[in-house]
Structure formats: structure tokens, C-alpha cells
Nanobody, 114 residues
């Protein structure tokens, strides 16, 4: 199994920045990719960004150019740097680690005020 612990989100004004982290433990050698999803009230959970075990990254078009996913292999941690935040980025953000199944973090609230 893989355990994921996310950092706290927070409240930020539009145009501001926030960084989320997700620390993995357990069977980390089995992880093929890690990423971030988000879910706004009344909406489905959608992918935000992903980083593969080889270091390749991909982003949803809504965050491309504003968000950056990165990792610290030594710390088994993935980060999501969010810049130029917009009110529509408000959501619960979930870290995910993909092996043969997906493991999810507990979720953290990010609120962007206008």
C-alpha cells in the first residue's frame, strides 16, 4: 500500500500563490505516477497535473502556465506550485499515487477570494 499525506491548503486572494505538498510512504517503488486532482462543490473530480516516474509532466489546460508540478525524489514528495490563482481554482485538492490502483490523499481545501 501507499500512504499519502498532503499539506494544508488555505485561503488566498486572487492573483496570489500557494504551494501544496504530498508526501508518499509505503510501497513507493511501485508508484508509476503521481498527480493532483481537484473537486469543486457540485462538480466532478478532475485532474490538474501529473508527473510520471520518469519525470514527464502534464497539465489540464485550465492551469497550464500557472501551476507547476514537481517532485523531490529523496523526500518522496510531490509539489504543486500554484501561481496567479483565480476564484475558479477554489476546490478540494487531492493528491493521487498510481500503482496498479490509485491511492488518494485526504484532500485539502484551497479557497481563492476575488
Amino acid at each position: 500500500q501507499v500512504q499519502l499525506v498532503e499539506s494544508e491548503g488555505g485561503l488566498v486572494q486572487a492573483g496570489g500563490s500557494l504551494r501544496l505538498s504530498c508526501a508518499a510512504s509505503g510501497r513507493i517503488f511501485s508508484i508509476n505516477a503521481m498527480g493532483w486532482y481537484r473537486q469543486a462543490p457540485g462538480k466532478q473530480r478532475d485532474i490538474v497535473a501529473e508527473i510520471t516516474s520518469g519525470g514527464s509532466t502534464s497539465y489540464d489546460s485550465s492551469v497550464k502556465g500557472r501551476f507547476t508540478i514537481s517532485r523531490d525524489i529523496a523526500k518522496n514528495t510531490v509539489y504543486l506550485q500554484m501561481n496567479n490563482l483565480k476564484p475558479e481554482d477554489t476546490a478540494v485538492y487531492y493528491c493521487v499515487a498510481v500503482t496498479t490502483i490509485a491511492y488518494w490523499g485526504q484532500g485539502t481545501q484551497v479557497t481563492v477570494s476575488s
